[in-house]
Structures are given as C-alpha cells and as structure tokens.
C-alpha cells in the first residue's frame, strides 16, 4: 500500500539555526499537505501544494513540492522556539477519500 | 463557532469495557474522520465518512465501529476495548474531502485501556 515517510525522526538545533524535513511518498500525490502539531496538542494545517515543483513562503517558512510529485520539503530559516512540534506530511491515497499522513519529523529547538 | 469538539478529553478503561467517543463539528463539513496517534508515531485512519449515513473503514479498522447518523457527528465506538487500543484519538473534519482542502482537528481523547 501507499506510504508516506518523512526524515529526519527527530531533529534537536540551536535556536537561530536552520531546519529542514523531507518527506516521500511511495506513489505520485495529486497534492500534499503540511500540519504542525504542538507538544500536546492537535495537529494544525499549515500549507497544501498542489503544482510539480511548486515552492511556497510562509516567513521564515518555506514549503517546495518535487518534479514528479513523490516528494516534499518543509526548510525553516532561523529557528525559533515557538517552532518546537512535530510537521507532518499528508497525501491523498488516489481514488479515495483518506489520507496518509508521513510519520512526522519532532523538532526541539535549543535556546 | 467552535470548530471540532471531541467529547470525552480523558478517558481510562479496563480491558473488555465498551466506551463511544463522539465527535461533533459545526462548520457544515461533509467529510469526518478519526485517526489514532500512538507515541512517537503519526496519525493512522481508523474509519471515515463522506456524508450523513455513510462510513468506510481506513488503514487500521479492526476493533472499532463508527456511526455518522448526524452530518455533524462521527461517533467512534469500542465494543470490547484491548490495551492495544490506548492511544490518542484525533477526530477530523473538511468541506470538500481529500487532498482538496483543510482538515480540521478536535483536540483529541486520551484514551488508557488498562
């Protein structure tokens, strides 16, 4: 079946510091989606792509789509500490109404 | 407005015990869905809906029924809990189904099965 990985598991960075998750998907995505989930917390939608190579900026966020639509990235310049949570990835299985979501990339930033 | 409300917050059961999780949503979103989240992992499907009085099963379905006899419920029930089903519970809600738009989160049911 379809599935969704993303890497690094965990990433630990000094505040100020960069950070980047990929995510990749057994299968072409029509879309893929990026949530945010706060320690605690319910995961909050952040960004959907849907365009082959698209990129998006969100401040110091920046989201890009791949060529052949299997993967995706999520770089964040300058970390901050409200930046702590963990960033899933989400596509749509094809033909149904489910998605997969990635296994979700936990980032502690270090002050 | 208050989005996605997931009713209880905290719950304990013991092994064999039934419970029903009810979630509601009050922004008119046809399609429901409820994941489980286990530690350190992401979010798996459970059961879905895209409508009033329809459902269908997701990735992980065994050991749980749903109902969606209101548009703006999703009701997720245990019949015989087992430890393997301690978890958090999300519930999920959008307008236009998958990949096409935003989902929404409840805040989630914590669930122990002792």
């Known amino acids: 079946g379809q599935q969704v990985m993303q890497i690094p598991q965990y990433q630990h960075v000094q505040e100020g510091e960069d950070f980047t998750t990929y995510c990749n998907s057994s299968?072409?995505?029509?879309?893929i989606q990026w949530y945010k989930q706060r320690p605690g917390g319910h995961p909050v939608f952040l960004i959907q792509l849907v365009k082959s190579g698209e990129v998006k900026k969100q401040k110091r966020l920046t989201f890009q789509f791949g060529e052949a639509k299997k993967n995706s990235s999520l770089h964040i310049t300058a970390t901050q500490t409200t930046d702590v949570g963990t960033y899933f990835c989400?596509?749509?299985?094809?033909?149904?109404?489910?998605?997969?979501f990635g296994t979700g990339t936990r980032l502690k930033v270090l002050a | 407005n208050a989005g996605v409300t997931q009713t209880p917050k905290f719950r304990v059961l013991k092994t064999g015990q039934s419970m029903t999780l009810l979630c509601a949503q009050d922004?008119?979103?046809?399609?429901m869905y409820w994941y489980r989240q286990d530690p350190g992992m992401g979010l798996r499907l459970i059961h879905y809906s895209v409508g009033e009085g329809t459902t269908a099963k997701g990735e992980v379905p065994d050991g749980y029924n749903v109902s969606r006899l209101k548009k703006q419920n999703f009701l997720l029930g245990l019949e015989s809990a087992a430890p393997s089903q301690t978890s958090v519970y999300f519930c999920a809600s959008n307008l236009q189904g998958a990949g096409t738009d935003t989902q929404y989160f409840g805040p989630g049911t914590r669930l122990t099965v002792l």
């Open positions: 299968t072409t995505l029509s879309n």
């Open positions: 989400a596509g749509p299985t094809s033909g149904t109404y489910k998605y997969i």
């Open positions: 922004m008119n979103h046809e399609y």
